[in-house]
């Protein structure tokens, strides 16, 4: 397939905000692909090159990029950086200057998506000396043979900002209404069931696989049968299932039924600890990153302290400290998540004790479907309860208000931040937020939100980016909600810092403004504030009222899992009443 249909798609993409169009230019378009692509496409519709829980990156810089264009567009590189400084998107510099180059080079051809994808797979297996030069070559060639508006997706993509408005829930009707059934308005009840139920397999499917991409090869080549018989697999992480928010018990009975699992909510991180027939052990976090190297004595206490051949749970990690054997709050541990050396001494001076509290599969067996006293009852027969190294989630089960009050207060005491009340009879739904569990903390709730831009300081502040714009989500839309500039620290020991937050910052810089600089959206932060305003001044319609940073979300989450609009609108409401 040729490569110019694929921008083509993107440029469609690109030219509306609603999200039934969006769906229809996709599923013409994957209509076309031949299934022996049909992978590579899917990815590269999101802008990716792996899927999301293959940690290899392409490892290309902004600047990088723009010697890239200059040796593909023969211009110098004062002059990339003066058209990107005026633009302030490399990938418009790439398309305006690729499309008034006067000739191809002899060796261009037509680009293909084969061709594309290959190069750009090859970026991330360049290492050692000479990778950058290796690197400028790969990219240089793809933007010669490329025609401009080409160039800019090519360009895009490396940078990871595409920018089309592509969400996980408009490609997946995509995928639908491309091998199964388009909506209509005119829909009967028994056709709307039927295309509900093609929808149902197609996120199930992608629920167990976490890879668009195939799930639209095997929609393609086996139908719903196929996507039927998607099982589980360990290796490759699925979404963890996530909790919607409680005001009180009350509400919190009406949502999952009496009796009810009542369970700490410890202040630590997801862990997703997988074992294979082989005894090899895994660890993923909630943004699917493999942290098995970070936690050598977390794989110590799975392999002690958990009987069976094979299994996937879904456990907190919560630091605590040694001398008082008290919990310690995220921060205190986080920076273990993305430590790559003193692995064993970091180990003893910020050690986790890991929470088991559900289980996705069991020697061979996947539990998903299970109810979820069923699940829990396989957990506590096998993981031993050995404190501050591996144990069950602490946890009652009750059909009494003030059971769960008297239980607040211990998980409290505990230094823990509230409750998980679940459905006993309910299933386990990757990724979903269905009301089968519920968070309860009786505190304001936070936010966790992406920075997209941010500015540099004045005064003393000015080598260091110290103002942040922040994103919630809706659908595929990254849409701002205000700007944070406290709560960060001058020196380095007293926690994040404004030096640690311009240094994860200063890679991912996209566009440049004078002092104002986008970036790619890839810093998590967990955002409090006192609250929530209507305010024409950002995309979202809300501005934060003096909010300020409480910590850094990114070794946890990904874009996908910050808050969306919905959920601030509905803090919103909370708040009026």
């Not at 051949?309 to 920076?335: C, H, W």
Request: proline content about 3%; hydrophobic content about 35%; charged content about 35%.
């Amino acid at each position: 397939m040729k490569y110019s249909e694929l921008a083509e798609v993107y440029r469609q993409l690109s030219s509306t905000t609603k999200r039934l169009e969006k769906t229809e230019h996709v599923a013409e378009f994957l209509k076309k692909v031949h299934a022996d692509e049909t992978e590579e496409v899917v990815l590269l519709l999101q802008g990716r090159i792996f899927p999301a829980w293959d940690e290899r990156e392409l490892g290309v810089a902004a600047q990088l990029m723009a010697k890239a264009i200059s040796l593909a567009s023969g211009n110098e590189i004062s002059s990339i950086k003066k058209e990107w400084k005026k633009t302030g998107d490399l990938g418009d510099v790439a398309e305006n200057l690729i499309k008034g180059k006067k000739q191809h080079t002899l060796a261009s051809s037509e680009l293909t998506v084969k061709k594309v994808f290959s190069n750009l797979r090859k970026l991330a297996e360049e290492s050692g000396g000479g990778s950058v030069d290796r690197k400028l070559q790969l990219i240089a060639e793809l933007l010669s043979s490329s025609k401009g508006n080409e160039a800019k997706y090519i360009t895009r993509t490396i940078l990871g900002v595409l920018r089309v408005g592509l969400g996980e829930g408009t490609l997946r009707d995509s995928i639908v209404w491309a091998n199964f059934m388009k909506v209509t308005d005119d829909m009967d009840k028994e056709k709307r069931e039927k295309y509900n139920s093609f929808v149902d397999a197609v996120q199930e499917a992608y629920d167990l696989t976490n890879d668009f991409a195939v799930v639209a090869k095997i929609s393609k080549e086996k139908g719903v049968k196929g996507l039927k018989s998607v099982q589980i697999k360990i290796g490759k992480p699925i979404k963890v299932m996530l909790a919607l928010k409680t005001e009180n018990a009350t509400e919190a009975f009406e949502t999952v039924g009496k009796p009810a699992s009542v369970e700490f909510k410890y202040d630590g991180f997801r862990l997703e600890i997988e074992k294979d027939e082989k005894g090899n052990i895994t660890l993923f976090t909630r943004r699917l990153d493999n942290v098995v190297e970070q936690f050598p004595d977390v794989v110590e206490h799975v392999k002690k302290h958990v009987k069976g051949d094979s299994f996937i749970l879904d456990a907190e990690a919560v630091g605590y400290d040694r001398k008082t054997m008290k919990y310690l709050p995220f921060q205190n541990i986080s920076q273990r998540i993305k430590r790559k050396y003193d692995i064993d001494k970091i180990a003893k001076e910020l050690p986790v004790e890991v929470n088991v509290f559900d289980i996705l599969a069991y020697n061979g067996k996947n539990l998903l479907n299970e109810p979820f006293k069923k699940r829990r009852e396989i957990i506590e027969k096998i993981v031993d309860d050995v404190k501050r190294k591996i144990r069950p989630a602490e946890a009652i089960v009750t059909d009494k208000e003030e059971k769960i009050e008297e239980f607040f207060k211990k998980a409290r005491e505990a230094g823990n931040e509230g409750l998980m009340i679940k459905n006993l009879e309910a299933p386990y739904k990757p990724g979903a937020r269905v009301g089968y569990m519920l968070k309860f903390k009786k505190v304001a709730e936070n936010l966790d939100l992406v920075v997209v831009e941010a500015e540099w300081g004045e005064g003393k502040r000015s080598k260091w980016l110290s103002s942040y714009n922040l994103a919630c989500r809706k659908y595929g839309k990254l849409l701002e909600v205000g700007k944070v500039a406290t709560g960060l620290k001058e020196k380095p020991e007293e926690g994040l810092s404004f030096d640690e937050m311009t240094q994860m910052l200063k890679p991912l810089i996209v566009e440049e403004h004078g002092k104002h600089v986008k970036v790619k959206p890839k810093i998590i932060l967990e955002v409090g504030y006192e609250e929530i305003q209507k305010s024409p001044s950002y995309s979202s319609g809300y501005a934060l009222r003096f909010p300020r940073v409480i910590r850094n979300r990114t070794s946890e989450k990904n874009v996908n899992n910050i808050n969306t609009l919905k959920d601030v609108e509905k803090l919103y409401e909370q708040q009026k009443k």
